[in-house]
């Protein structure tokens, strides 16, 4: 997906919240940060899409199994002990938590509910479930299994929302007067 339909998409999607909420500027800038943010991680995890015929014919020879891990930590073991240098490796895995960050930051803003660690925790672990079970769907959809089911995937995407919230409640530390914080939340 392009950046200038996720822009599109997002504008749409604070307009559309703003109607029934009418929020601040500060919020709403917010809620369309927020927004870009999850429709780049779609755009990342599930795109492209491999849909063309003659495509698929050729990469579904013998790959007719989806590629899954559910033992924690197997695939960051492998990829630290077999990867080409010690560069993709950590470029993979702190993708993978870098990604999630900003989740991690912006949802405790943006929904009072989020606001406890062990909300943004269960939350982290939806939000990567989420990304990995829409990679098998598409690949059972389309009869290929372009991407694979990971634990490890979601358990780094859970760190990098944790590590977003911490980020967060770190600012809000030095934000003596919450000013950042009320604009956001004043509705």
Known sequence: M???VSLVIA???TALH???TKNNVIKNLTLLIFYLHILVVISITLFPIPVQSNLLLSLNRGNIEPNMNFIPFKS????MQNSVS??????????????CAPFGFYAPLLFQQLKSVIRIIISGILFGLCIELSQLIIGVGIGFFYRSL?????ILNTIGVILGYAFLTLLKRFDVKNSFYQKVFKS
């Open 2 to 4: 392009p950046l200038g």
């Open 11 to 13: 504008v749409i999607l």
């Open 18 to 20: 703003n109607i029934s």
């Open 76 to 79: 960051i073991i492998d990829i």
């Open 86 to 99: 010690p560069f993709v490796a950590v470029k993979q895995i702190a993708g993978n938590i870098l990604m």
């Open 150 to 154: 990971d634990v490890d995937d979601i």
